[in-house]
């Protein structure tokens, strides 16, 4: 690999967060809200998955951190 042309600024925090909206920039409207669409699916799936394995988890809807066996953990 020709070390010259590895841009090692994308390997920090801060260059990886602006390749990411370069990137998100790029996209078309019709491609962001399909992205967004397939985010919420993947959020609703690990919500389920971890309810389903009696795993604590965050209630999409209230915010609050769920024990499995139905109560409300405090943060």
């Known amino acids: 690999m020709d070390e010259d042309r590895i841009d090692w600024n994308l390997g920090t ?27 919420g699916e993947l959020a609703r799936f690990s919500f389920e998955e971890k309810r389903r394995q009696g795993q604590p988890y965050f209630d999409p809807y209230t915010g609050q951190l769920i024990h499995p066996n139905g109560s409300q953990i405090s943060t």
């Not at 996209?27 to 985010?39: S, V």
Request: hydrophobic letters at 35%; a positive charge.
């Open 13 to 39: 925090f801060a260059g990886s967060r602006r390749e990411q909206l370069r990137e998100w920039c790029g996209l078309t409207f019709r491609q962001r809200m399909c992205a967004l669409e397939e985010l």
